[in-house]
Protein backbone atom coordinates (compact mmCIF):
# COMPACT_ATOMS: atom_id res chain seq x y z
CA UNK A 1 0.00 0.00 0.00
CA UNK A 2 1.75 3.00 -1.29
CA UNK A 3 0.79 6.36 1.04
CA UNK A 4 1.74 9.97 -0.65
CA UNK A 5 2.05 12.35 2.01
CA UNK A 6 2.70 15.92 1.97
CA UNK A 7 2.25 17.80 5.37
CA UNK A 8 3.90 20.56 7.49
CA UNK A 9 7.59 18.79 8.77
CA UNK A 10 6.28 18.33 12.28
CA UNK A 11 3.32 16.94 11.29
CA UNK A 12 5.82 14.88 8.75
CA UNK A 13 7.80 13.32 11.33
CA UNK A 14 4.37 12.31 13.25
CA UNK A 15 3.11 10.89 10.71
CA UNK A 16 5.89 8.95 9.40
CA UNK A 17 6.52 8.01 12.99
CA UNK A 18 3.11 6.49 13.15
CA UNK A 19 2.66 5.43 9.29
CA UNK A 20 6.05 3.12 9.59
CA UNK A 21 3.75 1.16 12.49
CA UNK A 22 1.44 -0.13 9.35
CA UNK A 23 2.67 -3.15 8.16
CA UNK A 24 2.50 -3.05 4.42
CA UNK A 25 3.02 0.72 4.13
CA UNK A 26 4.93 2.56 2.12
CA UNK A 27 5.09 6.27 2.87
CA UNK A 28 6.41 8.22 -0.22
CA UNK A 29 7.43 11.62 1.71
CA UNK A 30 6.24 15.08 -0.37
CA UNK A 31 7.50 18.28 -0.14
CA UNK A 32 5.48 20.15 -2.95
CA UNK A 33 2.67 19.70 -5.40
CA UNK A 34 5.54 18.65 -8.31
CA UNK A 35 6.59 15.41 -6.30
CA UNK A 36 2.68 14.82 -5.01
CA UNK A 37 2.20 14.80 -8.96
CA UNK A 38 5.19 12.87 -9.61
CA UNK A 39 4.01 10.05 -7.02
CA UNK A 40 -0.02 10.20 -7.49
CA UNK A 41 0.19 7.18 -10.59
CA UNK A 42 1.26 4.57 -8.15
CA UNK A 43 -0.87 5.74 -4.97
CA UNK A 44 -3.30 3.86 -3.35
CA UNK A 45 -3.62 6.30 -0.46
CA UNK A 46 -3.49 10.40 -0.47
CA UNK A 47 -2.95 12.53 2.79
CA UNK A 48 -2.39 16.01 2.91
CA UNK A 49 -4.23 19.59 4.35
CA UNK A 50 -6.90 20.87 2.34
CA UNK A 51 -4.77 23.94 1.33
CA UNK A 52 -2.51 21.88 -0.61
CA UNK A 53 -5.33 20.54 -2.54
CA UNK A 54 -4.63 21.88 -5.88
CA UNK A 55 -6.47 22.08 -9.43
CA UNK A 56 -3.16 20.02 -10.76
CA UNK A 57 -3.58 17.15 -8.01
CA UNK A 58 -6.96 17.29 -8.41
CA UNK A 59 -7.03 16.72 -12.17
CA UNK A 60 -4.18 14.52 -11.69
CA UNK A 61 -6.47 12.21 -9.15
CA UNK A 62 -8.92 12.24 -11.52
CA UNK A 63 -7.05 11.78 -14.52
CA UNK A 64 -3.59 9.82 -13.82
CA UNK A 65 -4.40 8.09 -10.59
CA UNK A 66 -5.71 4.70 -11.07
CA UNK A 67 -4.81 2.81 -7.73
CA UNK A 68 -6.34 6.01 -5.69
CA UNK A 69 -9.09 4.74 -3.16
CA UNK A 70 -8.63 6.93 0.33
CA UNK A 71 -7.74 10.31 0.42
CA UNK A 72 -6.97 11.10 4.60
CA UNK A 73 -7.29 14.87 5.29
CA UNK A 74 -4.90 16.17 7.73
CA UNK A 75 -7.28 19.36 8.43
CA UNK A 76 -11.21 19.26 9.84
CA UNK A 77 -11.96 21.66 6.79
CA UNK A 78 -12.92 20.26 3.51
CA UNK A 79 -14.43 23.54 1.85
CA UNK A 80 -11.74 23.65 -1.17
CA UNK A 81 -12.55 20.05 -1.94
CA UNK A 82 -15.79 21.50 -2.92
CA UNK A 83 -14.23 23.50 -5.75
CA UNK A 84 -13.08 20.63 -7.43
CA UNK A 85 -13.73 17.22 -9.06
CA UNK A 86 -13.37 14.04 -6.65
CA UNK A 87 -13.50 10.75 -8.63
CA UNK A 88 -16.48 8.60 -7.36
CA UNK A 89 -14.24 5.69 -6.07
CA UNK A 90 -12.28 7.93 -3.98
CA UNK A 91 -13.04 7.64 0.02
CA UNK A 92 -12.44 10.92 2.30
CA UNK A 93 -11.96 11.32 5.08
CA UNK A 94 -11.24 14.77 7.49
CA UNK A 95 -8.82 15.06 10.51
CA UNK A 96 -12.14 14.47 12.69
CA UNK A 97 -12.10 15.67 16.19
CA UNK A 98 -8.28 15.28 16.51
CA UNK A 99 -7.88 19.24 16.47
CA UNK A 100 -10.32 20.41 18.44
CA UNK A 101 -8.52 20.31 21.66
CA UNK A 102 -5.91 23.08 20.36
CA UNK A 103 -7.72 25.18 18.47
CA UNK A 104 -10.34 25.60 21.41
CA UNK A 105 -7.41 26.30 23.15
CA UNK A 106 -6.28 28.97 20.90
CA UNK A 107 -9.74 30.53 20.76
CA UNK A 108 -9.64 30.55 24.89
CA UNK A 109 -6.23 31.96 24.81
CA UNK A 110 -6.98 34.76 21.96
CA UNK A 111 -10.47 35.82 24.60
CA UNK A 112 -8.54 35.73 28.19
CA UNK A 113 -5.49 37.59 26.19
CA UNK A 114 -7.89 40.28 24.95
CA UNK A 115 -10.00 40.18 28.01
CA UNK A 116 -6.84 40.62 30.30
CA UNK A 117 -5.52 43.53 27.83
CA UNK A 118 -1.89 41.59 27.07
CA UNK A 119 -0.98 43.27 24.20
CA UNK A 120 -1.53 46.25 26.33
CA UNK A 121 0.74 45.05 28.90
CA UNK A 122 3.29 43.52 26.35
CA UNK A 123 3.28 47.35 24.52
CA UNK A 124 3.64 48.58 27.98
CA UNK A 125 6.66 46.11 28.37
CA UNK A 126 8.49 47.09 25.49
CA UNK A 127 8.38 50.78 26.40
CA UNK A 128 9.81 49.38 29.64
CA UNK A 129 7.03 51.21 31.54
CA UNK A 130 5.37 50.23 34.29
CA UNK A 131 1.83 51.31 33.80
CA UNK A 132 -1.35 49.82 36.23
CA UNK A 133 -3.97 51.74 34.58
CA UNK A 134 -4.48 48.68 32.47
CA UNK A 135 -5.90 47.40 35.24
CA UNK A 136 -9.11 49.31 35.11
CA UNK A 137 -9.70 48.11 31.49
CA UNK A 138 -9.28 44.22 32.00
CA UNK A 139 -12.63 42.45 32.33
CA UNK A 140 -13.09 38.47 33.65
CA UNK A 141 -14.64 35.99 31.56
CA UNK A 142 -16.18 34.51 34.77
CA UNK A 143 -20.66 35.34 33.98
CA UNK A 144 -19.78 36.41 30.37
CA UNK A 145 -22.02 35.42 27.83
CA UNK A 146 -20.43 33.90 25.04
CA UNK A 147 -21.73 32.79 21.62
CA UNK A 148 -20.27 29.75 19.91
CA UNK A 149 -21.56 30.09 16.20
CA UNK A 150 -21.18 26.43 14.77
CA UNK A 151 -21.52 24.35 17.63
CA UNK A 152 -19.32 20.72 16.18
CA UNK A 153 -16.39 19.48 17.82
CA UNK A 154 -14.45 22.87 17.79
CA UNK A 155 -17.51 24.36 19.46
CA UNK A 156 -18.11 22.23 21.50
CA UNK A 157 -14.95 22.30 23.03
CA UNK A 158 -14.42 25.91 23.02
CA UNK A 159 -18.08 25.76 24.96
CA UNK A 160 -16.57 23.42 27.70
CA UNK A 161 -13.33 25.47 28.38
CA UNK A 162 -15.36 28.30 28.69
CA UNK A 163 -18.16 26.95 30.85
CA UNK A 164 -14.66 26.23 33.13
CA UNK A 165 -14.04 29.78 33.40
CA UNK A 166 -17.58 30.57 34.45
CA UNK A 167 -18.82 31.70 31.50
CA UNK A 168 -22.12 31.02 29.68
CA UNK A 169 -22.60 29.41 26.95
CA UNK A 170 -24.89 29.97 23.90
CA UNK A 171 -24.35 27.17 21.29
CA UNK A 172 -25.36 28.33 17.86
CA UNK A 173 -25.90 25.59 15.01
CA UNK A 174 -28.16 24.28 12.47
CA UNK A 175 -29.26 21.27 14.53
CA UNK A 176 -29.94 23.15 17.72
CA UNK A 177 -29.42 20.09 19.36
CA UNK A 178 -28.84 20.45 23.37
CA UNK A 179 -25.27 19.42 24.33
CA UNK A 180 -23.61 19.57 28.17
CA UNK A 181 -21.16 22.25 27.24
CA UNK A 182 -23.47 24.39 26.86
CA UNK A 183 -26.10 26.36 28.94
CA UNK A 184 -28.24 26.77 25.63
CA UNK A 185 -27.98 25.79 21.64
CA UNK A 186 -30.12 27.67 19.66
CA UNK A 187 -30.62 27.63 16.01
CA UNK A 188 -29.48 29.10 13.45
CA UNK A 189 -32.39 31.36 12.84
CA UNK A 190 -31.85 32.84 16.00
CA UNK A 191 -28.32 34.03 15.81
CA UNK A 192 -29.24 37.52 15.51
CA UNK A 193 -31.06 37.80 18.66
CA UNK A 194 -27.96 35.96 20.22
CA UNK A 195 -25.32 38.19 18.98
CA UNK A 196 -27.58 41.08 20.65
CA UNK A 197 -26.96 39.31 24.06
CA UNK A 198 -23.24 37.97 23.59
CA UNK A 199 -20.51 39.63 25.38
CA UNK A 200 -17.97 37.22 23.29
CA UNK A 201 -18.43 35.84 19.79
CA UNK A 202 -16.38 32.96 18.99
CA UNK A 203 -16.97 31.77 14.87
CA UNK A 204 -16.36 28.14 14.77
CA UNK A 205 -18.47 27.38 11.64
CA UNK A 206 -17.44 25.46 8.35
CA UNK A 207 -17.33 27.40 5.69
CA UNK A 208 -19.90 26.53 3.05
CA UNK A 209 -22.37 28.96 0.46
CA UNK A 210 -24.20 29.54 4.12
CA UNK A 211 -21.65 30.23 5.88
CA UNK A 212 -19.73 32.74 3.38
CA UNK A 213 -19.80 36.51 4.42
CA UNK A 214 -21.91 35.57 7.39
CA UNK A 215 -20.69 38.11 9.40
CA UNK A 216 -20.67 41.06 7.48
CA UNK A 217 -21.11 44.90 7.94
CA UNK A 218 -24.92 44.11 8.88
CA UNK A 219 -24.19 41.19 11.05
CA UNK A 220 -21.32 42.87 13.09
CA UNK A 221 -23.66 46.36 13.75
CA UNK A 222 -26.56 43.94 15.15
CA UNK A 223 -23.75 43.33 17.85
CA UNK A 224 -23.68 44.12 21.58
CA UNK A 225 -21.79 47.21 21.56
CA UNK A 226 -18.22 46.88 23.13
CA UNK A 227 -18.51 42.87 22.46
CA UNK A 228 -15.39 41.24 21.75
CA UNK A 229 -15.04 38.73 18.48
CA UNK A 230 -12.40 35.86 17.86
CA UNK A 231 -12.42 33.89 14.68
CA UNK A 232 -11.04 30.52 14.23
CA UNK A 233 -12.79 28.62 11.49
CA UNK A 234 -12.51 30.32 7.76
CA UNK A 235 -11.47 33.99 6.72
CA UNK A 236 -14.58 34.24 4.11
CA UNK A 237 -17.29 33.73 7.12
CA UNK A 238 -16.15 37.51 8.60
CA UNK A 239 -15.50 40.43 6.35
CA UNK A 240 -11.73 41.57 7.13
CA UNK A 241 -12.57 44.99 6.12
CA UNK A 242 -16.04 45.41 8.25
CA UNK A 243 -14.39 43.93 11.53
CA UNK A 244 -11.82 46.41 11.04
CA UNK A 245 -13.98 49.37 10.73
CA UNK A 246 -15.75 47.90 13.83
CA UNK A 247 -12.79 48.45 15.84
CA UNK A 248 -11.87 51.97 14.97
CA UNK A 249 -15.24 52.80 15.65
CA UNK A 250 -15.20 51.22 19.23
CA UNK A 251 -18.42 49.31 18.22
CA UNK A 252 -16.04 45.92 19.22
CA UNK A 253 -14.05 46.52 22.08
CA UNK A 254 -11.86 43.77 20.46
CA UNK A 255 -10.95 40.49 18.21
CA UNK A 256 -8.87 37.62 17.63
CA UNK A 257 -8.38 36.51 14.37
CA UNK A 258 -6.32 33.64 13.57
CA UNK A 259 -7.63 33.65 10.03
CA UNK A 260 -8.78 36.94 7.38
CA UNK A 261 -10.14 37.17 3.95
CA UNK A 262 -8.15 37.59 1.97
CA UNK A 263 -5.02 35.77 3.55
CA UNK A 264 -2.64 36.98 4.47
CA UNK A 265 -4.47 40.71 4.01
CA UNK A 266 -2.12 42.98 1.99
CA UNK A 267 0.46 45.01 3.52
CA UNK A 268 -1.98 48.86 3.20
CA UNK A 269 -4.91 46.13 4.72
CA UNK A 270 -6.60 48.26 7.62
CA UNK A 271 -7.11 45.60 9.96
CA UNK A 272 -3.47 45.70 10.73
CA UNK A 273 -3.72 49.05 12.16
CA UNK A 274 -6.87 48.00 13.72
CA UNK A 275 -6.82 48.91 17.91
CA UNK A 276 -7.35 46.05 20.13
CA UNK A 277 -6.39 43.25 17.80
CA UNK A 278 -4.53 40.29 18.18
CA UNK A 279 -3.84 38.59 14.56
CA UNK A 280 -2.49 35.08 14.30
CA UNK A 281 -1.40 33.43 11.00
CA UNK A 282 -3.63 30.25 10.95
CA UNK A 283 -1.79 28.62 13.47
CA UNK A 284 -4.84 27.46 15.73
CA UNK A 285 -4.40 23.86 14.52
CA UNK A 286 -0.03 24.29 15.94
CA UNK A 287 0.68 21.70 18.64
CA UNK A 288 -1.65 18.46 17.47
CA UNK A 289 0.84 16.67 15.16
CA UNK A 290 0.54 13.96 18.16
CA UNK A 291 -2.92 13.84 18.11
CA UNK A 292 -3.07 14.13 14.17
CA UNK A 293 -0.96 11.51 13.11
CA UNK A 294 -2.85 9.08 15.76
CA UNK A 295 -6.40 9.80 14.28
CA UNK A 296 -4.39 9.80 10.54
CA UNK A 297 -2.31 6.71 11.25
CA UNK A 298 -5.79 4.84 12.38
CA UNK A 299 -7.77 5.67 10.27
CA UNK A 300 -5.42 4.56 6.79
CA UNK A 301 -5.00 1.62 8.91
CA UNK A 302 -8.72 0.83 8.85
CA UNK A 303 -9.05 1.82 5.20
CA UNK A 304 -5.95 -1.11 4.30
CA UNK A 305 -7.49 -3.55 6.84
CA UNK A 306 -11.16 -3.26 4.65
CA UNK A 307 -12.76 -1.32 7.90
CA UNK A 308 -15.27 1.81 7.51
CA UNK A 309 -12.94 4.71 8.26
CA UNK A 310 -14.15 7.74 10.44
CA UNK A 311 -15.00 11.11 9.52
CA UNK A 312 -15.60 10.44 6.54
CA UNK A 313 -17.43 13.12 4.04
CA UNK A 314 -19.51 12.91 1.41
CA UNK A 315 -19.36 15.67 -0.90
Known sequence: MRIVLWASPASRRAMNARLTQ?????????TSEAEVLAA?????????????????????????????????????????????????TLTIATAGESLSPVVAEH?????????????????????RKWDSSVMGRMASLDRKTIAVVGFGSIGREIGRM???????????????????????????????????????????????????GMFDAARIARMKDGAFLVNIARGPVADTTALAAALVSGKLAGAGLDVTDPEPPPPDHPIWTAPNLILTPHVAVGGASAALAAFAGDNIERFMRGEPPQAVVKL
Request: net charge positive; proline share 5%.
Open 22 to 30: IAGAAVINA
Open 40 to 88: LSEADVLTLQVFNYTAAIAKAARENAPKLRFFQLLTVGYDRLLKEKIPD
Open 107 to 127: ALALILALQRRVPESLTLQAQ
Open 162 to 212: AKAFGARVIGVSRSAKPSPHADVVRPIKELDAVLAEADIVAIATPLTDETK
